[in-house]
């Protein structure tokens, strides 16, 4: 079975360029998570989707920040315009349908943005 | 506030030098606390979860155990392939799913 997939793997973009990444869950898994990790800090939430609506994103940073679940198949976190302060390593992660316990979380290999 | 803290920052052991991870947290209604472990340039890789206080849970040299206030992750006899990062991470009973992670152990084992 196929994990959790990411493209790309390395992102390098100036300041004021727009940036698209991009998420492929496990299939089947109803969740799908985005996750950043800015260096030297912990990895932090941005937001939750079930299927194609967004649950929880009370993690995202700001609105130049846009995620989409097309479907409720892969995902795309657009970052418009980029910033410095965004650059970071940007993992996704999905789960299977919630069953009252939370699902186990896998997680992809992540992307690392660079923003000049 | 939800956090989680995570001791030591790194730990340097000699292989066959079992030791414990820390990690403390404050979550309003626990719904889960995880253990993941991370290697250079990939993803967390899921270990264990544990949901209530007592509970423990065993993987290999891998022992997690759960009390209301923290957790630990015991290794026993380790090898120099359980060098990575251990991630600790809780999520709250309610608001959804969103995970809260600390900030790691980096663990080091010498052969």
């Known amino acids: 079975e196929a994990g959790v997939t990411q493209f790309p793997s390395h992102s390098v973009i100036e300041k004021g360029q727009t940036v698209t990444l991009r998420c492929d869950p496990i299939?089947?898994?109803?969740?799908l998570y985005w996750y950043r990790r800015v260096m030297g800090k912990e990895i932090k939430f941005l937001l939750h989707?079930?299927?194609?609506?967004?649950?929880?994103e009370s993690g995202m940073p700001n609105n130049r920040f846009l995620a989409e679940r097309t479907g409720g198949t892969y995902s795309t976190l657009k970052v418009q315009p980029a910033e410095l302060e965004d650059s970071g390593v940007y993992f996704c992660a999905s789960s299977q349908a919630n069953v009252g316990l939370q699902e186990t979380q896998y997680f992809g290999p992540g992307t690392r943005l660079l923003v000049l | 506030e939800d956090q989680v803290t995570q001791s030591p920052e790194a730990l340097r052991l000699q292989e066959g030098e079992s030791s414990s991870l820390n990690c403390s947290y404050t979550v309003s209604g626990l719904r889960g606390l995880f253990w993941y472990r991370q290697d250079p340039g990939k993803g967390p890789e899921f270990l264990f979860t544990l949901y209530s206080a007592g509970e423990e849970k065993e993987k290999e040299r891998l022992k997690a155990t759960l009390t209301k206030k923290e957790s630990f992750l015991h290794i026993t006899a380790p090898k120099p392939e359980d060098s990575a990062t251990y991630l600790c991470a809780v999520s709250r009973r309610t608001g959804g799913f969103k995970t809260i992670f600390g900030a790691g152990t980096r663990l080091f084992v010498k052969a």
């Open positions: 989707f079930v299927k194609e609506s967004k649950q929880d």
């Open positions: 299939s089947g898994h109803d969740n």
